[in-house]
């Protein structure tokens, strides 16, 4: 997986896809192998029918993988705006200690 420069190439799927460097890209993969693996098997249990069955795996595995891929992105967003926050909050903090601005300090009626 190293080409000559010494650099990690990855793994890549298809050509297209490095799921090493792809958040999220891996889980969603092995999911969407379970799912389609569970869907095509249920099914052929079902109708004992093979060509269907196979077509079912399929469905269920573009399903599984394109529905844990959105979850664990939207979850990564909402993470890094919740993050964004916190540092903000934090430097907010940084700045305004120990000025009148400072949102901790008690305000009286005088001043």
């Not at 969603?28 to 693996?37: D, E, N, R, V």
């Amino acid at each position: 997986m190293t080409d000559e420069g010494g650099k990690n190439q990855g793994m890549k799927v298809m050509g297209i896809l490095d799921i090493q460097n792809t958040p999220c890209a891996r889980e969603s993969i092995l999911h969407g192998a379970g799912g389609s693996l569970v869907a095509g098997l249920v099914h052929f249990l079902a109708t004992s029918r093979v060509k269907r069955s196979f077509d079912v795996g399929v469905a269920g595995f573009m399903l599984t993988t394109l529905g844990s891929w959105f979850y664990c992105r939207f979850n990564n967003a909402k993470l890094r705006v919740q993050q964004r926050m916190i540092q903000d909050g934090i430097k907010n903090k940084v700045i305004y200690e120990g000025t009148n601005l400072d949102p901790t300090q008690k305000k009286t009626g005088d001043q």
